[in-house]
């Protein structure tokens, strides 16, 4: 080997940058202080990242930073998932030991490293796709915490450019992730490599928008710091005339500096930038020439084995040939006996020179020798290093037979993206290789369900459809029965995922494929079942499920029993029956303690959480999950099972009143990529709080994001959840018959659960509309109010919490206030002191309305409640009240109305019609705008903070014919 050469051309002197490095400081200085820090430097190819990145490294590392470096290559766009962060717990590795970095890891967490790196031993068994993909990145989440526990840690990935569709997720992940530890984690990329439809595009936009995150963009160098960098290679000032020629030919590009200086004074510059960067290498011997392009073929890095291999020289030959080029700096001596082109440029540039006959024979040596001893490349490597040489030759039976291997070795780290891709290889050379089917084993039906499997897995939805369509018009389903029904089954999973109608349809047929009993028909039978009990048809739903639970039983599949179990304690969940539901919950976490499946046990104690919250046990409901989210981070499954477990927990913060808790949670729960129905879930929850504070605008946010995902077959919870937020927003926004129309048609046409979180809560909704919109449609509201006495009487009460719920929507308010009191819930019980305090001044007792008034008032402002507030003080003004103690023994008096304009009531006149703003503005013709101060000007006037509530003070006061 060649570690004593050193190269020319690259200047001894670093150049300018020091604004950009201030910067890097600065990031640095930040993630040391506890906030992780994400940079994104883009530049254009050759402008010097690596230099600066280097430089900078150089002096953190000297400063106590640990610095950990791993880069993307070309190869990664074929398939190579994971390259950069292989490379980065490799060094890892060789500075420590495997043993010591499996040490920082949670029990089990070094087996899937081992996925990535053999030194960690067998990986683990994980089959679960979803969960599998987030253990390992939250195994490299937890490994950069813990090493940052120790030191600062600096996280160099250059060139994501190249990066694969499973490294970019990961450093998505990890930027999002990496809030508080002392991480900086730099990420290189070519800027001008960009184009529109380049895949980093649309993840750095989506990196933009996260906190802690910072974008920077290198320049090029200025005239004076060309003429600086030119003055180091030289080691003598050059002559003006010479910087101004170099200057303009370079633009300011580093690279292309060096190159013009390779050039002798009396030289003529090349006409194009490639035959400038060939500049140099025009100028080696012939036989380093040739050496260096068969170095092309094989990557900007070639280990030295592998070169002499494929090349047949000797090692004292090869190096001899590379001798001038390492001189020269065109090449340099890397870690782990091997050579890298200077800048990647070079490799291209020589790469292109290639003659068709040669590209093809070298890449195929290249293939050859690898696939004759897989140690010359770096472990794991092997099997798409292959597919990619054998497809660059163009030798469609290898390519097939390669890229089919690959793809399996791309599943065993989880990157199905990859592995997607490179069935995509297999099925477009197909109809190339006449014998294909034998050749890998398996027929082409079998390539387009792995190709499905791996599309479902990564979120390829619209292609993983594709593939799946194209394998059943290939099935007969009478040959293949169960072999149409895992696919179809499959099919109804892609719609679910992309929210569309359909799914039931495809999992009914899936059944009718497998009558008889067996495993099959059990698989298809849990995915119906709980389908039909989470939309409603729990009759049928259950008895399904009940079925594939004997089948299970019957072939001894404990974890598929488990689950069904699971399915089955949905449906007296949803009937209200939580007891029943809590008991099947403890059986299915049992089995799964017994088999030692971390999905079951915090599947399951996910399921017991929301039935504690719902009994009203909500204080136990947030310590359970808040111990289910450690399992789920021992686990590794926290992205998975953890985040709905977060959930749940958000949902019971959200019942105690604990409302900045319960938004910061679910806030941060989002930041952990979760899956799309947890993410609603989520967004929901933040929704409730701001229907409870007044952030109408959030409100909206939501209702926009969640609602444009349902369909005809949305399931209950999402069906009540949607509705009751759009109802509390048409109120909020001043729009009561709007709200009364939806609450007219939610108590017609919905399917009303007993569970008291979702069914019960709908209803006390419904009930609140009425009292709030009776005084501008008294008929309608009271047949309403009929319509929700019937509904209420079909529905079971189970627990206390529902029958707090039955006593609000019977207007026993004084009740309710009680039983939410004892349940520790403010905010109903805020509401529930409102109502009452409005029904006893409607029946002339002023003071006891004060006295629940004077009750609401500081818990409202303790919740930030702001609409629940204005509507206790408004309530307060208009009987003439004081809201606190010392007010009342004052005596103070009511407050007056304040005479309204002609103007004004002309709007409160069509207020009380209930038109909108734009309604009203078109009647008058004047802008809503000026409708919007008028309606504010009434409100303020009448004391009163709602719309309906100005349309029945207007009845009452006489202020309108």
Not at 88 to 107: C, D, H, M
Not at 228 to 239: F, H, K, V, Y
Not at 558 to 580: F, H, K, T, V, Y
Not at 806 to 816: C, F, T
């Amino acid at each position: 080997m060649l570690e004593d050469m050193v190269g020319r051309a690259a200047s001894p002197v670093f150049v300018g940058r020091e604004i950009e490095l201030a910067a890097l400081s600065e990031s640095f200085e930040q993630a040391r202080s506890a906030a992780a820090v994400t940079l994104l430097l883009g530049g254009e190819a050759g402008v010097g990242k690596s230099r600066l990145i280097g430089c900078f490294a150089e002096h953190a590392a000297d400063g106590g930073a640990h610095v950990l470096i791993g880069g993307c290559v070309e190869l990664s766009t074929e398939g190579l998932a994971y390259a950069p962060f292989t490379a980065a717990i490799r060094q890892l590795v060789r500075e420590t030991s495997a043993e010591e970095v499996a040490a920082l890891l949670p029990v089990g967490g070094a087996r899937d490293l081992a996925r990535l790196l053999p030194e960690f031993g067998e990986p683990s068994g994980e089959v679960e796709t979803d969960i599998a993909r987030g253990r390992l990145f939250e195994q490299i989440l937890t490994l950069l915490e813990r090493l940052a526990e120790r030191r600062p840690v600096i996280l160099v990935i250059e060139d994501i450019h190249w990066a694969d569709r499973s490294s970019r997720d990961l450093l998505a992940f990890l930027s999002r992730n990496l809030r508080t530890a002392p991480v900086l984690m730099i990420l290189t990329y070519r800027s001008d490599d960009l184009h529109r439809q380049h895949p980093l595009r649309p993840v750095l936009a989506e990196l933009g928008r996260v906190e802690g995150v910072v974008r920077m963009e290198l320049p090029r160098l200025t005239r004076d710091e060309v003429a600086a960098q030119m003055a180091g290679i030289l080691g003598t000032t050059p002559d003006f005339p010479r910087v101004g020629k170099v200057f303009e030919r370079s633009e300011g590009i580093p690279l292309f500096v060096e190159a013009l200086l390779e050039c002798d004074s009396d030289c003529t510059y090349p006409d194009s930038l490639h035959d400038l960067i060939l500049g140099s290498v025009e100028q080696l011997p012939d036989e380093t020439q040739r050496l260096l392009r068969i170095a092309a073929a094989g990557g900007i890095r070639v280990g030295h084995d592998l070169l002499a291999a494929v090349s047949g020289l000797s090692d004292v030959d090869l190096e001899d040939t590379l001798r001038p080029a390492i001189a020269a700096n065109v090449l340099q001596v890397a870690d782990g006996r091997a050579y890298a082109f200077r800048h990647a440029l070079i490799r291209e540039a020589v790469h292109d020179e290639l003659l068709p006959g040669e590209h093809v024979r070298l890449h195929a040596r290249f293939a050859e020798e690898i696939g004759r001893d897989r140690t010359l490349v770096p472990m794991g490597r092997a099997a798409i290093e292959i597919a990619h040489h054998w497809y660059s030759a163009r030798d469609d039976l290898w390519a097939l037979i390669s890229a089919w291997e690959a793809a399996d070795k791309a599943a065993k780290t989880f990157a199905y993206n990859e592995k997607m891709q490179l069935l995509e290889r297999v099925l477009t050379l197909w109809n190339k290789v006449p014998d294909a089917s034998s050749r890998i084993g398996v027929d082409h039906t079998t390539v387009l369900e792995q190709a499905s499997e791996a599309a479902h897995a990564c979120g390829e939805l619209d292609r993983g459809m594709k593939f799946v369509k194209a394998a059943l018009d290939e099935l007969d389903e009478e040959a293949e029965p169960g072999r149409v029904a895992e696919l179809v089954v499959r099919l109804a999973q892609f719609k679910m995922s992309k929210r569309k109608p359909g799914a039931l349809d495809n999992l009914r047929y899936a059944a009718r494929l497998v009558p008889e009993p067996s495993p099959e028909r059990a698989a298809v039978l849990s995915r119906l079942g709980s389908f039909l009990i989470f939309s409603g048809e729990l009759a049928e739903g259950t008895a399904l499920t009940e079925e594939a639970l004997r089948i299970a039983r019957e072939h001894d599949d404990e974890c598929l029993e488990a689950d069904l179990l699971l399915n089955l304690a949905l449906g007296p969940s949803i009937e209200g029956r939580l007891e029943e539901t809590v008991a099947l919950n403890a059986t299915a976490q049992a089995i799964g303690e017994r088999k030692r499946s971390g999905r079951i046990v915090l599947r399951a104690l996910s399921n017991t959480v929301d039935a504690l919250n719902n009994m009203g046990r909500s204080t136990e409901a947030v310590e359970l999950a808040l111990e289910g989210e450690r399992l789920a981070r021992k686990y590794g499954r926290y992205r998975v099972s953890g985040t709905f477990l977060a959930n749940n927990r958000a949902e019971a913060l959200e019942a105690l009143g604990r409302l900045d808790e319960a938004a910061q949670l679910a806030e941060q729960a989002l930041t952990m990529d979760p899956p799309l129905r947890t993410r609603h879930h989520l967004r929901r929850i933040r929704a409730d709080v701001a229907i409870t504070r007044g952030e109408t605008e959030v409100v909206r946010s939501v209702l926009n994001e969640v609602e444009t995902f349902t369909v005809m077959e949305e399931f209950t919870q999402e069906r009540s959840a949607n509705t009751r937020l759009r109802i509390g927003l048409h109120l909020l926004d001043g729009e009561p018959l709007v709200a009364l129309d939806l609450a007219e048609r939610v108590a017609e046409e919905a399917q009303l659960t007993s569970k008291p979180m979702l069914g019960w809560r709908v209803l006390a909704m419904l009930a609140t509309v009425t009292e709030t919109v009776r005084p501008l449609a008294p008929e309608r509201t009271t047949a309403l109010r009929a319509r929700i006495q019937e509904v209420g009487a079909t529905m079971g009460v189970h627990s206390p919490v529902a029958e707090a719920y039955r006593l609000s929507v019977n207007g026993d308010h004084d009740a309710a206030a009680i039983a939410w009191e004892r349940l520790e819930r403010p905010v109903p019980r805020t509401k529930s002191l409102l109502h009452a305090g409005r029904a006893a001044a409607g029946a002339g007792d002023r003071d006891g309305a004060a006295v629940r008034l004077r009750t609401a008032h500081p818990i409202a402002v303790a919740l930030t409640a702001q609409p629940l507030t204005l509507e206790i003080e408004a309530l307060a003004r208009r009987i003439g009240v004081s809201l606190t103690e010392e007010g009342a023994r004052g005596g103070e008096a009511p407050t007056p109305v304040t005479p309204l304009t002609p103007r004004e009531q002309e709007v409160l006149k069509l207020v009380a019609r209930g038109l909108s703003n734009r309604d009203i503005a078109a009647e008058l013709f004047i802008s809503a705008k000026t409708v919007s101060v008028h309606v504010s000007n009434i409100l303020g006037k009448l004391g009163v903070s709602t719309r309906g509530e100005a349309a029945a003070a207007a009845h009452r006061l006489a202020l309108i014919g």
